[in-house]
């Protein structure tokens, strides 16, 4: 009996809908990164290289940030693996090199290869001496 009446029943008039139309309040404030040629989108994914605008995977996005975060400091590949994938992660498929490649061949296209830079031994660094100026004494 409840089936039939449930069935028969009229579906509810829009206006007596629980969701409530809200118009924008503006637009909203993105979380960006800018270091030289590359400012990255942490909220949308995206690298603006040059002129060039790239959508990013997640885990692409990550190694990009933390590498931007830490610009100039070299990063070992333990320590970004253990931030970017999770504590322990065993990297048998060379999965944070295929990641670098990919990051390279992005930046490439504006020029900007140079910018991620591998330190034998001891793991890569987003590379700010090309375009940063030297300190002048005061």
Request: charged residues 25%; glycine residues 8%; aromatic residues 6%.
């Amino acid at each position: 009996m409840t089936l039939r009446m449930a069935m028969s029943a009229t579906p509810p008039e829009p206006s007596s809908s629980r969701y409530v139309e809200v118009a924008p309040s503006g637009t909203a404030k993105l979380r960006l990164l800018k270091l030289g040629c590359v400012e990255l989108s942490l909220d949308g994914y995206q690298a603006r290289i040059g002129s060039e605008v790239f959508q990013l995977p997640l885990k692409e996005c990550r190694v990009l940030e933390l590498l931007m975060n830490n610009a100039g400091r070299v990063m070992s590949r333990r320590e970004l693996l253990d931030t970017v994938w999770e504590p322990g992660y065993p990297d048998h498929n060379k999965t944070l090199e295929v990641h670098i490649r990919r990051l390279r061949l992005r930046l490439a296209t504006c020029e900007c290869r140079d910018l991620i830079r591998t330190v034998r031994g001891a793991g890569y660094m987003f590379d700010v001496g090309s375009w940063t100026s030297p300190v002048q004494p005061g």
